[in-house]
């Protein structure tokens, strides 16, 4: 069982700044990839961007050059830094972690922001 806790969501401003962290524990025993999907009210969840192990990264076209993904494989953490928010970025944001042909969920965190 793995489990991932995300801290770091909340209210900001548009043209402001917010950085989430997600830290895996539990039977690690090599994540292979993780990352932050989101879903806005009526939306379906769509990545947000990932990383893998060799620190290659993936991100969402709407994200591109204001977020940026990093990872710290000692602590099983990973680390998503928000610039230049948008209130289109308003959404519950998800970590997620894919190990052994498994996908894993975190509970999610709210990054509201207003105009």
């Known amino acids: 069982q793995v489990q991932l806790v995300e801290s770091g969501g909340g209210l900001v401003q548009a043209g402001g700044s917010l950085r989430l962290s997600c830290a895996a524990s539990?039977?690690?025993?090599?994540?292979?990839?993780m990352g932050w999907y989101r879903q806005a009210p009526g939306k379906q969840r769509d990545l947000v961007a990932y990383?893998?192990?060799?620190?290659?990264?993936k991100y969402g076209d709407s994200v591109k050059g204001r977020f940026t993904i990093s990872r710290d494989n000692a602590k099983n953490t990973v680390y998503l830094q928000m610039n230049s928010l948008r209130p289109e970025d308003t959404a519950v944001y998800y970590c997620?972690?894919?190990?052994?042909?498994?996908?894993?969920w975190g509970q999610g965190t709210q990054v509201t922001v207003s105009s």
């Open positions: 990383i893998n192990s060799g620190g290659g990264t």
């Open positions: 539990g039977s690690i025993s090599s994540i292979h990839v």
């Open positions: 997620w972690a894919h190990m052994s042909g498994n996908s894993y």
